[in-house]
């Protein structure tokens, strides 16, 4: 089992202590009652892949990626995107990763490997 300090450095970019993930207000029943999974839902991105979560590090960035979404619905879409917030004490260190769609060697974003419950989230706006 890797330490937490053996982890962070396996991280090319700096983990913050608060992720944002950004998704419409439509998904906000289902996040309640089952937290952020991904495994069986539609995913709002192409390059996306079930299992993962993607956070980033700042709210705008999050928002951001909701609204440009590829592939969610009139109806979902109009429904408002809401930014949810977790504390990176939270979850488990071993499960965080940098975002492998990224290409360009800085990111802002991050991939959480699993599911995080509700009740370690918080909607933020």
């Known amino acids: ?9 396996e991280i090319k970019q700096k983990m913050p202590s608060v992720f944002y993930h950004a998704t419409f207000k439509a ?10 999974d991904t495994r069986k839902v539609d995913l709002a991105w192409e ?13 705008n960035v999050a928002e951001s990626y909701a609204e440009e979404a590829e592939n969610v619905s009139d109806d979902v879409y109009d429904s408002g995107i809401v930014i949810l917030k977790i504390n990176a004490r939270d979850l488990d260190q071993s ?3 940098d975002d ?4 360009s060697g800085k990111s802002d974003t991050f991939e959480y490997h699993g599911t995080i419950p509700w009740k370690i989230i918080r909607q933020y706006r």
């Open 1 to 9: 089992m890797k330490t937490y300090k053996q982890h962070i450095t």
């Open 27 to 36: 998904h906000l029943p289902s996040i309640k009652k089952a937290g952020l």
């Open 47 to 59: 390059d996306s892949k079930h299992g993962i979560v993607y956070l980033a590090n700042d709210p």
């Open 95 to 97: 499960k965080i990763k």
């Open 100 to 103: 492998s769609n990224v290409r």
